[in-house]
Structure formats: C-alpha cells, structure tokens
C-alpha cells in the first residue's frame, strides 16, 4: 500500500517569513495529493491539492509542487503570519480501485507550524 | 451548505462495550469516509462508503464496522471496545463519483475507553 513521509515534524519560522513541508510518496500509481490544516481542536481543513498532470498550484500566498519522478511534493506559504500556525498534513490517493472509485486518503504524520511574531 | 457533522461529539465507554458514531455528509455528497486520528498513529483510513456499497478498506481489525443509508448519512460502529481505541474518530465527505476529488471533514468524535 501506499506509504507517505512528512519533514520536519516541527517548523519554527518569523512571521513573514517563507515555511515549506516536503512529503514523499510510494506509490507510483497515486494522482492526487490534498494538504490539510488543523489547528487544535478543530477539523482537518482542505487549503490546497494537487493533481498527477500538474506540477505547479498556487493560491495566494500558498503553493504546492508535485515531482512525479522523485515522488515528491511539497507545501510552500509565503509571508507567514501568526494564523498561519497549526498542524499540516500531506496526503496522497491511489487511482480509483478497479471496482470503480475511491477516496481513500494516506496521510503523512504532520508538522507543526509555529509562526513567531 | 452545511457542512459535515458528526455526533455524538464526545463519548466515554468502558472496555467491552460498543459504540456506534453518525456522520452526515455535504448535501449531494455520496462518498463517505472514516479516519482515526491518535497521537501516536496519525490520520488513519478505516473505510469508505458509496452509495450504500463499502468501497475501499484500511487495516483495521473486524470489531471496526461501518454502513451507509440511503440518504448518504453513515454509521461507524466498534465492538468489543479496546483502550487503544480512544481516539478522534473523523468522518469525510466528498463529491467525486469516481474518486479521488475533495474530502471534507467533520468535527469528528472524541472517544474515550476506560
């Protein structure tokens, strides 16, 4: 099955700063990757995905890369501030299984992000 | 929209016992799905739901059971209730017929095993 790693575990940057979270992949058949933000207590939120036939997304001052050969992708944030602080999470989905379809999310262990005023 | 809700939104059992946890999804939603999140093991997948029809499973144990009703609302139940079961139990809806597209989590339930 499909095996995801996120790095670092723990990111502490100044607010305005740059963060980025790097995540690899095992499976080669996986297409698409959703990077989730929770902050404590709260739901998982859905800030950006990314597509097999795209390398690049960008949505203000998040992006993400996809390098389908290494089989890796990464969350880029931009002018970090202080709300930008939570837990996020990589996740990759396998094509849809031969039944027809599928959801199924394989998440990374998550970073925590501290912005620092 | 509303979005995904979830309930109850906080349980306390003791071993041996069963517990069943409800999700609602987005309106027009079909797929459902349930994750456990605990420190210790993050986000796992348990299963996925569509159209009433269990479509793809994780790695979990058979006292991990779900089922979907007709109206896209879905039930996960655990028996025979373990410590280590105490986690975050989070449902997600999504859309996408075929998969895979945009999940959206709910609140999610705090279990607790004593």
């Known amino acids: 099955g499909e095996n995801v790693e996120q790095h670092p575990s723990t990111l502490s940057v100044q607010e305005g700063d740059s963060a980025v979270i790097k995540c690899t992949y095992s499976?080669?058949?996986?297409?698409?990757f959703p990077w989730y933000k929770q902050e404590l207590g709260k739901r998982p939120q859905l800030i950006i995905d990314?597509?097999?036939?795209?390398g690049e997304k960008k949505d203000q001052r998040i992006a993400v890369t996809l390098n389908k050969t290494a089989k890796h992708f990464s969350l880029h944030i931009t002018e970090t501030q202080p709300e930008d602080s939570a837990v996020y999470f990589c996740?990759?989905?396998?094509?849809?299984?031969?039944?027809?379809?599928?959801?199924?999310?394989?998440f990374g262990t998550g970073t925590q992000l501290k912005v620092e005023l | 929209k509303a979005g995904v809700t979830q309930t109850p939104r906080y349980l306390i059992k003791t071993r041996g016992q069963q517990v069943t946890l409800s999700c609602s999804p987005i309106?027009?939603?079909?797929?459902v799905s349930w994750y456990q999140q605990t420190p210790g093991q993050g986000l796992q997948f348990l299963f996925e739901?569509?159209?009433?029809?269990?479509?793809n499973k994780g790695n979990f144990p058979g006292r991990f059971s779900g089922r979907q009703f007709s109206n896209s609302r879905s039930e996960m139940n655990v028996s025979t209730l373990e410590l280590g079961d105490s986690a975050l139990y989070l449902c997600?809806?999504?859309?996408?017929?075929?998969?895979?597209?945009?999940?959206?989590f709910g609140p999610g339930t705090r279990l607790t095993v004593t």
């Open positions: 997600a809806s999504s859309l996408a017929v075929q998969g895979p597209g945009e999940q959206y």
């Open positions: 499976d080669s058949a996986s297409n698409y």
């Open positions: 990314i597509r097999s036939n795209v």
């Open positions: 996740a990759a989905t396998p094509v849809p299984n031969p039944k027809g379809g599928g959801n199924k999310l394989t």
């Open positions: 309106s027009g939603h079909r797929s």
């Open positions: 739901y569509f159209s009433e029809t269990q479509r």
